[in-house]
């Protein structure tokens, strides 16, 4: 019997955090480097970001709000909204208009067990603002692992401190990994004070590259990993972390 698959959510300190940029070239690299089949769940509603990286022109595709908002979730109409790439990665995107209804946690449960029992592993880009569309709860109940991504600047610092209380005080325990993006563009808070300003240990430092975020946009995430480069190199590392976590849990590859 299948186990259940893992959720990870990546989340940012504020806007332009890059944590889309992050998530989707994780999820490639998973699908590119490993057997596990992956998800990857955009809900950045009103965003064309993950729409234009992959060349989706069609506005009209099925997304999330389209399902009924109850526990009676349509799996046939589930499994139209869920595009197949050429690896073994699958693509659910975001609706381009924000919607009126509000979430309910129930509906979101259903649909997350259903996620795990057919994925191995579920990435989520997901902004906080979405808790906020939801009655009772919080999406973040369903991550196995959170990776929160923060500018080194003292507005993203500052929020990322929030976040983190936050996310703590919803669960007891929780998996919570800090990434700081771009932490070579300037301003920013000095490299040595980053670790003494932030309430929580960081885990990976992502240092910026133009060259890579041309790659990423013109020929899309999965190209980048043909480089040897630092940020190349930082962010397999994470894709590998989370490698682990399913071969801990499947057995070796």
């Known amino acids: ?13 504020k806007g ?3 944590q ?16 596990y089949k992956v998800l990857m769940v ?4 009103g965003s064309r970001d993950s729409r234009i990286i992959y060349h989706v022109e069609d506005e009209e595709i099925m997304t999330i709000t389209d399902l ?33 209804n ?55 610092v500052y929020n990322l401190n929030s976040i983190i209380s936050y996310f703590c005080h919803l669960r007891e325990k929780i998996d919570i990994k800090i990434v700081i993006n771009k932490y070579n563009i ?13 309430r929580y240990p960081i885990n990976h430092f992502i ?3 133009r060259d890579i975020e041309n790659l990423y946009l013109t020929k899309g995430p999965g190209s980048i990993f043909n480089y040897n480069l630092k940020i190349v190199k930082d962010l397999s590392l994470i894709a590998e972390n989370i490698i682990n976590m399913l071969v801990d849990g499947y057995g070796e590859i």
């Open 1 to 13: 019997m299948k186990n259940s698959g893992i959720v990870i959510f990546f989340t940012g300190s």
């Open 16 to 18: 332009g955090s890059g």
């Open 20 to 35: 889309s940029f992050i998530a989707n070239c994780i999820a490639n690299y998973i699908s590119i480097k490993s057997i």
């Open 42 to 45: 955009d809900m950045n509603i």
């Open 68 to 100: 009924n908002n109850d526990c009676n979730i349509d799996v046939g109409a589930l499994k139209k909204m869920i595009f197949n790439f050429e690896n073994s990665l699958n693509y659910i995107f975001p609706p381009l208009k924000y919607q009126k």
């Open 102 to 156: 509000i979430f309910k946690y129930d509906f979101l449960q259903n649909l997350f067990e259903i996620f795990k029992s057919n994925f191995d592993v579920i990435l989520v880009d997901c902004d906080m603002f979405v808790d906020f569309n939801i009655k009772d709860n919080s999406i973040f109940c369903f991550a196995d692992e959170i990776i929160l991504i923060s500018l080194p600047d003292k507005i993203s």
């Open 186 to 198: 300037k301003p920013s808070i000095p490299f040595l004070f980053l670790n003494s300003t932030i």
């Open 207 to 209: 240092p910026y590259d």
